[in-house]
Nanobody, 119 residues
Framework: VQLVESGGGSAQAGGSLRLSCAVS????????IGWFRQAPGKEREGVSC????????FFLDAAKGRFTIVRDNAKNTQYLQMNNLKPEDTAVYYC?????????????WGKGTPVTVSG
């Protein structure tokens, strides 16, 4: 089982990044995918959860209106599009999978991809 995040890096405030979460080793269609982030010195927080049907709930108020999710079942990949980035978005971003719902705990985790926003 693997979840591999990519697409992180550095961006200027106001810029955009698209993170990818590529899944292998289990049936992507059967799992909800969550995005989480952990800023330096802070606890991990949930960003969003997307059901197998593609419905997304954003847990993070700061993400609403700026982040969007695209789930591509054909590619076993989910994307987190982040627009109008702010320095407070600086964090390591993780994707994770659950066979139930993100609020009940995740079954599998990726290793994370760092995002640094300056300016």
């Amino acid at each position: 089982v693997q979840l591999v995040e990519s697409g992180g890096g550095s961006a200027q405030a106001g810029g955009s990044l698209r993170l990818s979460c590529a899944v292998s080793g289990f049936t992507f269609d059967d799992y909800a995918i969550g995005w989480f982030r952990q800023a330096p010195g802070k606890e991990r927080e949930g960003v969003s959860c997307t059901t197998t049907g593609g419905s997304t709930e954003f847990f993070l108020d700061a993400a609403k209106g700026r982040f969007t999710i695209v789930r591509d079942n054909a590619k076993n990949t989910q994307y987190l599009q982040m627009n109008n980035l702010k320095p407070e978005d600086t964090a390591v971003y993780y994707c994770a999978a659950t066979s139930t719902w993100c609020g009940y705990g995740m079954d599998y985790w990726g290793k994370g991809t760092p995002v640094t926003v300056s300016g």
